[in-house]
T-cell receptor
Framework: ETGVTQTPRHLVMGMTNKKSLKCEQH?????MYWYKQSAKKPLELMFV???????ENNSVPSRFSPECPNSSHLFLHLHTLQPEDSALYLC?????????????FGPGTRLTVL | LAKTTQPISMDSYEGQEVNITCSHN???????ITWYQQFPSQGPRFIIQ???TKVTNEVASLFIPADRKSSTLSLPRVSLSDTAVYYC???????????????FGKGTHLIIQP
């Protein structure tokens, strides 16, 4: 257990559905991240939030919409996804202070888009 | 960001010491070297981090030569449960308020046999 939880752990959705992934940490961290890991590809950084503000968006399609209502919670809203969006979606958090780049990852949500 | 190069895969046996070397020829002065471990369908887990010379913790050692253009992760007396993908990352811990996302390569798939 890393202290970062993600729900749901598995999700199957159709291309017309709207769903949300949730990430939660109570480690006192103030930076949170979404990563995508497709089969046989390196982890790809999607979004970075620092102090609840989005500081990085790595050219992610608009069908992925992040939300960070407070420093402990991070959401990824999904709508009109494509089958190629099927992947493991990982949330991570970090203390956000200089001198420490250890990120704590959640277990991930395995997403399948039909 | 400094690019890293690692072997794609390695094999070893239980009880052996395993050394995984990572090349990072363009490492910058402020860059630290960090290693993560990832099991299938799980998020990566921080193993060790260092700047120069040698760092040791309860699970691994990290050797960094004086020129810092490479680093070696050493896993003592591996077991079957050490079968995983190991990622070497290089980055500046002091930039961006410490909230920078991580850039993962393809990692080294370590397979431990009985």
């Amino acid at each position: 257990e890393t202290g970062v939880t993600q729900t749901p752990r598995h999700l199957v959705m159709g291309m017309t559905n709207k769903k949300s992934l949730k990430c939660e940490q109570h480690l006192g961290h103030n930076a949170m991240y979404w990563y995508k890991q497709s089969a046989k590809k390196p982890l790809e950084l999607m979004f970075v939030y620092s102090l609840e503000e989005r500081v990085e968006n790595n050219s992610v399609p608009s069908r992925f919409s992040p939300e960070c209502p407070n420093s402990s919670h991070l959401f990824l809203h999904l709508h009109t996804l494509q089958p190629e969006d099927s992947a493991l979606y990982l949330c991570a958090s970090r203390s956000g202070t200089s001198g420490n780049n250890e990120q704590f990852f959640g277990p991930g949500t395995r997403l399948t888009v039909l | 960001l400094a690019k890293t190069t690692q072997p794609i895969s390695m094999d070893s046996y239980e009880g052996q010491e395993v050394n995984i070397t990572c090349s990072h020829n363009n490492i910058a002065t402020n860059d630290y070297i960090t290693w993560y471990q990832q099991f299938p369908s799980q998020g990566p887990r921080f193993i060790i981090q260092g700047y120069k010379t040698k760092v040791t913790n309860e699970v691994a050692s990290l050797f960094i030569p004086a020129d810092r253009k490479s680093s070696t992760l050493s896993l003592p007396r591996v077991s079957l449960s050490d079968t995983a993908v190991y990622y070497c990352l290089v980055g500046d811990m002091y930039s961006g308020g410490g909230a920078d996302g991580l850039t993962f390569g393809k990692g080294t798939h370590l397979i431990i046999q009985p």
